[in-house]
């Protein structure tokens, strides 16, 4: 069945360090993917998505390209903040007729000042 | 303004007791769904709804009811034979079903606890 991985956390950077969270998929067809984060005892919130290979999703300094050949959605921002401390979860939607997103098993990510 | 409400934020069950979860959304979704996470686990599919009066289960639907009376309304009864509710549990929606790329949009959450 489809299924996302993403590196294991917790990611412990300090402030203004490049972030890399690797995410990687298996699905039928031509899925779309997507980065949601998780701030502490709230609900997910779209982060950025790319709906087609070589497609690149922006937001926020974040970004990330759907590759695939590798088939792989990395996550990477140059600099990161105290503020972007929070757990990121990478997640595919396929295209059977019905919208239905499987999601990886989230990464912490904690900065440091 | 829009968006997706669930309440209560914090719930506490008694063993043996169901439990209803309220969601309302007013982003005029046609489809709605409930998640749950528990920790190192990620999210997994409840239940989901694409029109009124219909709804299917999802990959952990064991222990759970819903109805979807309302375009707006997606209530989640967690019942006595849910062996370990203790959960976080995520209410969304999205504007069209059957399109890949569309986004779903969560609520905040509600946690329940069984004690």
């Known amino acids: 069945g489809d299924s996302v991985t993403q590196m294991e956390g917790p990611v412990t950077l300090s402030e203004e360090a490049f972030l890399t969270i690797n995410c990687t998929y298996t699905?039928?067809?031509?899925?779309?993917l997507f980065w949601y984060v998780q701030y502490p005892g709230e609900g997910l919130q779209l982060l950025l998505k790319?709906?087609?290979?070589?497609d690149k999703g922006s937001n926020k300094g974040f970004e990330a390209t759907y590759r695939k050949e590798t088939t792989s959605f990395h996550l990477e921002k140059g600099s990161v903040q105290v503020s972007d401390s929070a757990v990121y979860f990478c997640?595919?939607?396929?295209?059977?007729?019905?919208?239905?997103?499987?999601f990886g098993t989230g990464t912490r990510l904690l900065v440091s000042p | 303004d829009g968006g997706i409400t669930q309440s209560p934020k914090y719930l506490f069950r008694k063993e043996g007791q169901n439990v209803t979860l309220s969601c309302e959304q007013n982003?005029?979704?046609?489809?709605m769904y409930w998640y749950r996470q528990d920790p190192g686990q990620g999210l997994r599919l409840i239940y989901y709804?694409?029109?009124?009066?219909?709804?299917q289960k999802g990959d952990i639907a064991e222990g759970y009811s819903v109805s979807r009376e309302k375009k707006e309304s997606f209530p989640l009864t967690v019942t006595s034979a849910q062996k370990n509710p203790t959960a976080f549990y995520l209410c969304?929606?999205?504007?069209?079903?059957?399109?890949?790329?569309?986004?779903?949009?969560f609520g905040e959450g509600s946690w329940l606890t069984v004690v």
């Open positions: 709804s694409q029109i009124v009066n219909d709804f």
């Open positions: 699905a039928t067809g031509y899925p779309s």
């Open positions: 982003l005029n979704h046609d489809a």
């Open positions: 997640a595919l939607s396929t295209n059977t007729g019905f919208q239905k997103l499987v």
């Open positions: 969304a929606s999205s504007p069209l079903q059957g399109r890949s790329g569309n986004t779903i949009y």
């Open positions: 790319a709906t087609k290979a070589d």
